[in-house]
């Protein structure tokens, strides 16, 4: 089975374009469903992303909302590309095969 070059790019516009949903909120709500910007004297409050810093050998680095954004872009730039890479391929290796 080949990929559908359409279906493909539909995915690819809904990453880029980001229509109908918002890269701030889903970044905000995946990085407070970690639970790991807290401390154990802030109770159950979290820590934004612009109060954490990243640090190297006593230097700041960047905020880490910066590098979550930077990083963020980056990720869905190399997903679009898996996308490109997909069409018109053969597909059938990465399908479920219910015989096996």
Do not use: P, R
């Amino acid at each position: 089975m080949k990929a559908n070059k359409k279906t493909l790019m539909a995915v690819k516009s809904y990453l880029e374009n980001k229509e109908g949903w918002d890269l701030d909120e889903l970044i905000s709500e995946m990085v407070h469903s970690t639970k790991l910007l807290k401390h154990k004297d802030m109770g159950e409050h979290t820590l934004s992303m612009d109060e954490c810093g990243i640090e190297w050998d006593g230097d700041n680095i960047c905020l880490l909302e910066d590098f979550v954004e930077s990083y963020t872009d980056k990720f869905i730039e190399g997903i679009c590309n898996i996308l490109d890479s997909f069409v018109d391929e053969d597909i059938d290796c990465y399908l479920y095969n219910e015989e096996e």
